[in-house]
């Protein structure tokens, strides 16, 4: 229940990956049957990792249709990887068997033009033979994304589709033991960050050095693959928060937050914000501003545990009426939130009193998830914090550990 390091050793039992990658592997195809579906087509890249446990360029990870992996039946997933990088693949990923890798027919979400259509009938045929291959030809097909090109493709081949983002979701909701220590060591990494964030900061530095400087520190840990944002947000650019840095400089007494959105170690991800002031100490209504924040967030954290659901979480924040005087609760969207942490940022659940009220999802054991607040003076400053926590039977383990309880004070004068 702890993190015991970041690289494999022979003495100590750490991370088991061939039990992480089972465990993925035979979650969605548990799903995958229990939603009817004969065969699963993935091509967002969240779930084609899920599945296969495999890793690709950056560039190719954020365009659907360049790499793509179908899960027929109970046979061994068939990876379509982008050209020849399909060679690196058999190198790293000796539990795909060698004739499961294949080359992607890609139409580049119709950037091909009129070789479109030409692309997607290749691509489709290569599903059709593959569900032949396993057994499973004329039934279901789940996919987690559609084209207009597709849809043409799937009606000529006689290809009947059906949602398979929603069984990829179930699956990816809950954690076993292995991605649990995964997301307490990315905690850890943050935590790390944080500290080195509070070293860093000072007077008269710019936004964006302060986030080069955090990238730089993250890529120098053993399994960071990618950090999607360090957001650095500075004085007004606080509140609203425009989720993003420049380079504006940094003035004393000062609010500056930093979020580590979606720093990936080995796949898994964060999102955890921490709220500081440079320079000087806050001023008292900082300070009242802040203390309202924590109280959102930690009344609804407290509401957190096994059977409860997320209503019962997103009723522990005001309305985006009461709080800041919006006429409808999506113009507060992502102000009061959560959302489920893995390999994407958007694994279930999801929770917002948009949808939450109505739409009620239950709180299973082995959910990992950010729950985060904020509260502030239009272009003047804001406040913002977020815990990551991991949801067991008996209790909520809290992965994020930098000092919470007030806002952190840099380099006072």
Excluded at 45 to 73: F, M, Q
Excluded at 171 to 191: F, L, P, S, W
Excluded at 372 to 392: P, S
Aim: with cysteine; hydrophobic share 40%.
């Amino acid at each position: 229940m702890a993190n015991f390091g970041i690289v494999g050793v022979d003495w100590q039992q750490r991370i088991n990956w061939d039990r992480l990658r089972t465990y993925r592997l035979e979650s969605a195809r548990a799903r995958m049957k229990a939603h009817g579906l004969g065969a699963m087509l993935c091509m967002y890249d969240e779930n084609v990792r899920y599945i296969t446990s495999t890793l690709t360029p950056g560039w190719n990870r954020l365009k659907p249709g360049l790499r793509y992996a179908l899960l027929c039946g109970d046979g061994a997933p068939v990876l379509f990887e982008q050209g020849d990088i399909g060679f690196q693949i058999q190198r790293h990923a000796p539990w795909i068997p060698e004739e499961n890798i294949r080359w992607s027919y890609a139409w580049i979400k119709g950037a091909a033009g009129g070789a479109s259509q030409q692309q997607v009938k290749k691509f489709t045929n290569a599903i059709v033979e593959e569900m032949k291959r396993f057994g499973v030809a004329g039934e279901k097909l789940g996919v987690d994304f559609i084209d207009i090109n597709m849809l043409q493709a799937f009606e000529a081949a006689h290809i009947t589709w059906a949602d398979g983002m929603s069984p990829m979701m179930e699956a990816r909701a809950i954690k076993n033991v292995d991605e649990q220590e995964c997301m307490r060591i990315i905690g850890a990494i943050g935590d790390a960050a944080h500290w080195e964030t509070m070293k860093f900061l000072e007077p008269g530095i710019t936004e964006n050095l302060v986030t080069a400087h955090i990238m730089k520190y993250l890529y120098s840990i053993p399994g960071m693959e990618d950090v999607e944002d360090v957001i650095v947000s500075s004085g007004p650019n606080t509140w609203p928060n425009w989720r993003n840095f420049s380079d504006r400089i940094v003035k004393p007494g000062e609010i500056v937050f930093m979020d580590l959105a979606a720093l990936t170690w080995n796949g898994y991800k964060s999102c955890y914000y921490r709220t500081y002031c440079v320079g000087r100490e806050p001023t008292q209504e900082m300070k009242d501003y802040y203390a309202t924040a924590l109280e959102w967030l930690y009344d609804s954290i407290n509401e957190v545990k096994v059977g409860t659901t997320t209503r019962e979480i997103a009723l522990k924040w005001p309305s985006a009426k009461e709080a800041w005087g919006y006429e409808e609760e999506d113009q507060a969207a992502a102000n009061l939130w959560g959302h489920g942490l893995g390999l994407a940022q958007y694994d279930p659940p999801v929770i917002s009193r948009i949808w939450s009220l109505d739409h009620p999802v239950e709180i299973k054991p082995g959910m990992v998830f950010a729950l985060e607040t904020q509260h502030g003076k239009r272009f003047e400053w804001g406040v913002r914090i977020e815990e990551m926590l991991i949801v067991h039977e008996d209790r909520t383990e809290i992965i994020s550990n930098f000092p919470v309880e007030q806002i952190t004070v840099v380099d006072p004068i």
